[in-house]
């Protein structure tokens, strides 16, 4: 249930192309063919109430308290299961009608307990409004019967209470867990008057398969299913609707509030990239905004070994600006930068770029997306034409053959994985490339034509190889490519992959995947229907991590499968903001809207606009930073919302450039990693606390609205302004508005963008201009953005990162559902209930070989570091494989990753490195190090000296 | 700024990627602009002195060509930067 009445139209809408007109107690009334009686009804205006119904589920028709009269018809019934028809004459309200209802409803009642006024629900209950529609004065049956008032709570849940004397086993939360969810966690068990609702096998919503994503909170109608924070504080009165700050899908939320606190997340049901789903970041993982441990006060110190000090924002900022122009004094211009994040809003990252560009007068811009997607832009820039995502999520929904490669949906992007999983239960084929056994191979109703699972580093050979099967074979779109594809470009392309060496029985001793699965998943792709590929970090983050993107667009070109919806090429990017931050011209050598530095043309608006002479040159990429920064070169760096220390490979040479550095400006809620090396900190605001944009990984660009205000008294928006103005470089907005206003002049995509345009159509996936006045859902549709598609061979070269017999394992890193990147934020919520620490998962042969037991601490060493975790033995990873994830900066992951990268675009190679693990007793140095010095930190914190 | 050793490595993946392409011409040419688009002036500057004092040790054949017909695009006049 969410507070903010919105209207529950019983049942989903249809979207049939015949109309019907029928007539509800005398209101005529005309709706889309296949729209239930119920829906009708509430769509004129005419109440029927209900208890088993909502309009996120399909009818169900066991509450029986929707039923009408239809004429001719004989019987009462439901009208939540009835469809429409042409001339019907139905009567939703008489006598006889009014009789039934409230007999229904003294028989839910007689099992319910009557503590409406103490209640969690209270005010916010389906039931008790049902109870008062339907006109219930008495329960003729009693309470001393058998009952289920003394069920007992479950609470194992830190955020939600199942409360099953409550329950009217409607089924709402079971078909939410099953049809949007699609996880099956939750069931009725026993029958008739024993049917109760049953996380698995009778055991608690902890021990179940359960994923938190509070769908069934959501959908049930009473206090049985409550939100934690609802029962504590009580219930919301108003709401604000805004972006969730986490993934790269963008939900929207309804903020649901008491004054100035918020009380509740609820996935807003016309959010158009997540429909009124969420997952259990989104929907519950916003504690950390409250967390103690937030600093609100600017602070700055000559030294990190010196205690910090508060000061005010004006003095903060002066320090800062006067620490860069001596730097920039002493060593020169280049020697100072910027880091944004993908954590960051498009006007923040923006702002970023504009003052690097403008105040520091370089091009020493870097985002975080350098470390993740950089080369999905680079890729599909050289073969599409443009840095994005061809699609949006709801493509998916007709594609026939869903190809997922390098990514892990169900825990990265859950609330796509739900619609993904959807697709396959309705009979999409679903081909699975990923080294792991992740979840989407084989779960609940879904299961993997094929898994290729493939030995990390290998992405671009299994590429070639299905590229050889689709040339070789004859499965080419011939007729496509020849309209819409450079056909010298094609032909060279063809004649690489139809090479012997590049067949899968070639590549199988390469990639570890049978000759037979490549044939038959590129048969499946390549003549399925609609194909659609979806990848992520396990493409990207590879030595050849370019050239794998730039496979995956030759794919799609060669067969057919862009252009329209159902097919594509997508990205699922990591955080809430890597599209719009690249968008934003956050890489050091473009300008936004992927423009590079060196054209003059492009140059010269954005000197006009901005009244200075930009620098022609490309600047630094992040690794270049740290490389500059050792060797005495680049002294100063300005972050925020970005933790180097805990996220980029080979975290010692990361921590030797910060302590090579004489300026570190950190701007961040929490005293990070990086900030603990740095000199000014100052106090950012989280998504709760701002105005902006962010755009997801469909290109939508929504708004994020200020629910509460930032404790420390500024947008981070506005801090970037007061610094380029005490850099000597004047900036004045006085809304993020004006800074939307502002890209809009000056990027050909965005012409059309703008905060009232964005709150007129809910969200604006670009290009938005003159061509697209309201956005553009599927891309490249008559013709590519860069005329004819571009075909680039793919030859492989193997990743530098060898095994041998010193590391004979390969490490691969990746991400859990409840976890969000560095952790920052779910680190300080409930979410660590379910990983509160990082593990290493290493197949039970290897762990046999090594001595290693179910929870062992092993020692992880690689020719970057060593560090120690606790073992998980699971045959999830194949033999030869070990994997972690990176959310605790204690257990270094990243310790061990090493500075390889992708030879296009310096995105690191964090998908393999070789290691050996053996089982250890003690924390390695490197820890033990990092224990001191976070200690050590922590206390120069705790004595901080108070203005 | 990297070590040479780091911007050899970096300049031979890039050659690596461009070695393939059929047309010689446009493999060097890509090698060459990559560099250029890609690059900072200083990193560029610093391949350039190992290929004039150094001879270009460890650089593929690829890289040294490419960056031996481009010179004049890949090291415009000095900048003002540092």
């Not at chain 1, 609940?444 to 074979?473: C, Q």
Request: include cysteine; charged fraction near 20%.
């Amino acid at each position: 249930m969410t507070a903010i009445h919105e209207i529950d139209y019983g049942t989903p809408a249809r979207e049939g192309a015949q109309a019907v007109t029928l007539t509800i107690d005398g209101v005529p009334v005309t709706v889309p063919e296949g729209t239930s009686v119920m829906r009708a009804a509430i769509t004129a205006g005419v109440g029927i109430p209900k208890l088993c119904a909502t309009d996120s589920l399909e009818a169900f028709g066991s509450c029986r308290l929707c039923l009408v009269q239809i004429e001719g018809r004989r019987g009462f019934p439901a009208s939540c299961t009835t469809p429409v028809e042409p001339g019907m004459k139905v009567t939703t309200q008489n006598q006889q009608i009014g009789k039934l209802r409230r007999g229904v409803m003294e028989l839910y009642i007689s099992d319910h307990p009557l503590d409406c006024l103490t209640c969690a629900a209270n005010g916010d209950c389906e039931l008790q409004d049902v109870a008062g529609e339907v006109g219930l004065r008495e329960v003729r049956y009693g309470y001393e019967g058998a009952n289920h008032l003394k069920a007992e709570k479950d609470t194992s849940n830190s955020y939600f209470t199942f409360d099953p004397s409550k329950c009217i086993v409607c089924s709402r939360c079971v078909r939410a867990c099953e049809d949007i969810q699609g996880t099956f966690a939750l069931t009725i068990s026993g029958r008739g008057f024993d049917s109760v609702v049953s996380p698995g096998q009778l055991g608690t919503f902890m021990e179940s398969e359960c994923v938190s994503c509070g769908a069934c909170v959501q959908a049930c109608p009473t206090a049985t299913l409550m939100e934690n924070t609802v029962i504590e504080a009580g219930t919301p009165s108003h709401s604000v609707i805004t972006t969730c700050g986490y993934c790269g899908v963008g939900c929207a939320f309804e903020a649901e509030m008491k004054g100035s606190e918020v009380v509740r997340m609820t996935p807003y049901k016309d959010g158009q990239a997540n429909h009124g789903h969420s997952c259990v970041k989104g929907r519950f993982a916003w504690g950390y905004a409250t967390h103690p441990d937030r600093i609100t006060k600017p602070m700055i110190r000559h030294s990190i070994s010196d205690p910090w000090r508060e000061v005010s924002w004006e003095e903060a900022i002066g320090y800062a600006a006067s620490e860069f122009k001596r730097i920039q004094a002493k060593y020169g211009r280049g020697a100072v930068g910027a880091i944004s994040s993908s954590r960051c809003s498009n006007e923040e990252t923006y702002l970023m770029q504009k003052l690097v560009r403008t105040a520091f007068g370089n091009n020493n811009i870097d985002t975080c997306a350098r470390v993740c997607h950089s080369p999905t832009g680079y890729g599909l820039k050289q073969t599409l034409g443009e840095s994005a995502g061809t699609q949006n999520f709801d493509s998916v929904r007709t594609a026939d053959v869903i190809f997922v490669i390098g990514a892990n949906p169900t825990d990265a992007h859950p609330v796509f994985a739900s619609y993904m999983k959807r697709r396959i239960r309705e009979g999409a084929r679903l081909i699975v490339a990923d080294p792991r056994r992740i979840d989407l191979v084989r779960s609940a109703h879904v299961e993997a034509d094929y898994h290729l699972k493939l030995r990390p580093g290998t992405n671009v050979a299994l590429l070639s190889s299905l590229a050889h099967v689709i040339v070789t074979e004859g499965l080419v779109q011939e007729a496509f490519v020849a309209e819409r594809c450079d056909p010298a470009s094609f032909e060279a392309w063809r004649a690489f992959v139809a090479k012997p060496e590049n067949s899968p029985e070639a590549m199988e001793a390469v990639t570890g995947v049978s000759a037979a699965d490549v044939r038959g998943a590129a048969r499946l792709y390549a003549t399925g229907g609609n194909a659609a590929i979806y990848y992520g970090l396990g493409v990207t983050e590879h030595s050849q991590g370019s050239t794998a993107v730039i496979g995956i667009a030759n794919l799609a070109m060669a067969t057919g499968n862009v252009g329209r919806e159902g097919v594509g090429v997508n990205p699922l990017r990591g955080q809430n903001n890597v599209q719009g931050s690249c968008d934003m011209g956050s890489f050091p050598h473009e300008l936004p809207g992927y423009r590079h530095v060196l054209d003059d043309t492009v140059r010269s608006s954005f000197e006009s606009a901005w009244g200075i002479s930009l620098d022609p040159e490309p600047g630094l990429r992040i690794p270049n930073m740290f490389a500059a920064s050792i060797d005495g070169s680049f002294k100063g760096l300005y972050l925020e919302g970005e933790d180097i220390a805990q996220s980029d490979p080979n975290t010692q040479h990361v921590t030797a450039a910060l302590t090579a550095m004489e300026c570190i400006v950190v701007q961040d809620l929490f005293l990070n990693e990086t900030a603990k090396f740095a000199h000014v900190f100052l106090p950012g605001s989280s998504f709760l606390e701002k105005n902006g944009t962010f755009t997801n990984a469909e290109r939508r660009i929504s708004r994020v609205r200020k629910v509460t205000e930032p404790p420390a008294g500024k947008e981070d928006w506005e801090i970037t302004v007061m610094l380029a103005n005490a850099l000597g470089y004047p900036m004045h907005y006085d809304h993020p508005s004006e800074i939307m206003d502002e890209i809009a002049r000056l990027t050909p995509t965005f012409t059309g963008v703008s905060y009232e345009r964005i709150d007129e159509l809910g969200s604006i996936q670009w290009p938005c201009n003159d061509a697209s006045p309201e956005g553009t859902p599927t891309m490249h549709i008559d013709q590519f953005v860069r005329g004819k598609g571009r075909f680039l061979i793919t030859e492989y070269v193997p990743t530098a990162e060898k095994v041998n017999r010193k590391y004979p394992l390969i490490l691969t890193t990746g991400r859990i559902l409840s976890q969000y990147n560095v952790g920052a934020q779910t680190r300080r919520t409930h979410n660590v209930d379910w990983h509160e620490e990082d593990r290493l998962e290493i197949h039970p042969h290897d762990a046999e070989e090594r001595g290693i037991r179910e929870g062992d601490w092993v020692g992880i060493v690689s020719r970057a570091g060593e560090t120690t975790q606790r073992a998980t033995i699971t045959e999830r990873v194949q033999p030869g494989v070990v994997y972690t994830t990176f959310h605790h900066p204690e257990s270094g992951a990243n310790v061990i990753t090493t500075e390889n990268s992708d030879w296009a675009t310096n995105c690191p190679e964090y998908k393999v490195t070789a290691v050996q693990v053996m089982p250890v007793f003690r924390s390695s140095e490197w820890q033990n190090r990092f224990k001191q010095f976070t200690e050590e930190q922590l206390a120069l914190l705790e004595q901080r000296i108070t203005s | 700024m990297n070590s040479i050793e780091e911007l050899i490595r970096m300049a031979n993946q890039i050659g690596q990627f461009h070695q393939s392409f059929p047309d010689r011409a446009e493999g060097l040419n890509g090698t060459a602009m990559h560099i250029r688009r890609f690059w900072d002036p200083r990193m560029r500057r610093a391949l350039l002195a190992h290929i004039d004092e150094a001879g270009g040790a460890g650089l593929d054949e690829i890289v040294l060509e490419a960056i031996r017909s481009y010179r004049q695009e890949l090291f415009p006049p000095e900048q003002p930067v540092t």
